[in-house]
C-alpha cells in the first residue's frame, strides 16, 4: 500500500466546524525558532555548518537545555544522517564538553544510515521504527542532509522532490514531530540565498533558516520564512574549536556560539584563571562559581593542562621610560631575566594574579608572548596549568610604567 492511498477506516479529510477549532499559542520546540509539528528547513553552501547547527539544536532539545537564551521543550530526537555515526558522536562530543552537559540517557537517536525517503515503503518502515525506538514519538526528526535522502533522484524534478515532501509530511502527521532537513544552496554565486533544486521543496516548509559565512571564523542565522509566526532577527554565532580525547588521542571538533555569548564566557574564562592562579582546585573553583567541573576543565585546557599547577612569571625589568631604542633593549632584557616559579612561591608574588588576555594589564595578565612561554614550559614541562605575568611589588607609582613596558611583549621576541 503506497503513502498516498487512502488507509481503510480512516477520515481522510478529518472536517471539523470551525467554531469548534479552538485557536492556540504557537507551541515553540525551541521558542522563536523552531515550532512543534511543522516542516522546517535548514539551507546554506557547503561548508557552513549547518550539520553543526543542527546538532546543537538535537542535543539541546534531548537534553531540555535552553538554545543560546531560547526556551527549550524537551524532547526525543532522531537524527537521521547521511554521515558515518561516529563522526557525528565526536561532533556530539564537543557539545557535551562545551556546554558541560552529558548526553548520557538523553533521547537522543541516531540512524546507522539514511533510507531513501522518496521511497514510500521506506518512509513507513522509518515511521515504525522511530515509534518503536522512542516509545512515545519523537519530537523532532533530523533529516541530513536532503540530497543524501533523495539517494541520487534529481532534486531539480518537482515529481522526484514531491516524493521526499510527502515522506517529511507524513513524519510530521504520523509522529507529530517537526522534521527539519538539512539542504545545500545552489552552485552558482547567484543562488547562495535558495535551496538548490525544485522549488517545490521550499514551498512546503513552515520556516526555513539560512546560514551564510561571514568571514572565517563566523556564520549568520537567519529566518527566510517563517509561515504563521513573527521571524526571529539574524543572529551571530561564531566557530569555537574544542579539544576533545578520543581513546587516549587528542582531538577537536566544532561548536558554535553566539557571539554575544562570548563576552560572557571570556569573563567566566577570567574568573577561572584567577580561581586557579590562587591554587584552586577544579572541584573548588566549580563549587565557588556554580559551574559543571566538566566546564570549568573545558575553560582550563587551552590554556594548559588543566590539572597543572600555576606557573608564576616574574619580570625584574625596571620601568620603561620611553624611547624605541629601549623598547627593544626591555624586551631582549626580559627575554633573558624572566623568572619563573610555582604557585607564588617567590616572596615577589603574593599570589599569582591573572587577567583576560586583551584587557589593561595594569596589574598582571595571562603570558602570551611565545617566546617566555617557550622557555617556561621547556623548564617545568607540559604538564602546567595557566602562565600569569606578575611584577615586583615596586608601588603604585611605578604601575602604569611596568604596565606600557609590558604591553609590547605580546608583539613577539625575535
Known sequence: ???????????????????????????????????????AGLVAPSSTCKS????????????????NGHAV??????????EGLHGLRKRIAAWEIANGISIKDAPLYLSASLPFLCNDLSAIASIDEMNEVTLAGPGLVIIDTVAR?????????????????????????????????????????????????????????????LLKAVGAHEIELSVSKSKDWSAEAALRLRKVLVPIELEGQ?????????????????????QVLALRAQGLSIRKIADELKLNRSMVERLLKPHGKSEGETVAVVSSRPPYTGGADETASRRDTTAETVRD??????????????VHPGQQLAEGGLV???????????????NIGPIVFERPHTGAATADAHARAYEGLNDGIP
Open 1 to 39: 500500500m503506497a503513502l498516498n492511498d487512502p488507509l481503510p477506516g480512516r477520515s481522510v479529510l478529518g472536517l471539523r466546524r470551525a467554531d469548534q477549532i479552538v485557536s492556540r499559542a504557537t507551541p515553540w520546540l525551541i521558542d522563536g525558532w523552531l515550532v512543534e509539528g511543522t516542516l
Open 52 to 67: 553543526f547547527l543542527a546538532i546543537d539544536w538535537a542535543c539541546c532539545i534531548a537534553t531540555g537545555t535552553p538554545w
Open 73 to 82: 521543550k524537551k524532547r526525543a530526537v532522531c537524527y537521521l544522517a547521511g
Open 149 to 209: 535522502a533523495m539517494g541520487g533522484a534529481n532534486e531539480n524534478s518537482a515529481e522526484h522532490m514531491s516524493a521526499l515532501i510527502r515522506s517529511m509530511d507524513w513524519f510530521k502527521q504520523e509522529l507529530g514531530a517537526t522534521v527539519l532537513s538539512v539542504h545545500h544552496t545552489g552552485n552558482n554565486p547567484s543562488n547562495q540565498t535558495r535551496a538548490r533544486g525544485s522549488s517545490a521543496y521550499r514551498a512546503a516548509l513552515d520556516s526555513e533558516f
Open 250 to 270: 587528542d582531538e577537536s571538533s566544532l561548536v558554535l556560539r553566539l557571539v554575544t555569548s562570548i563576552k560572557t564566557e571570556n569573563a567566566r574564562l577570567t
Open 341 to 354: 616559579v610555582r604557585d607564588g612561591a617567590d616572596e615577589r608574588c603574593q599570589g599569582p594574579r591573572a
Open 368 to 382: 602570551n608572548d611565545p617566546v617566555i612561554v617557550a622557555r617556561v614550559r621547556a623548564r617545568e614541562g607540559d
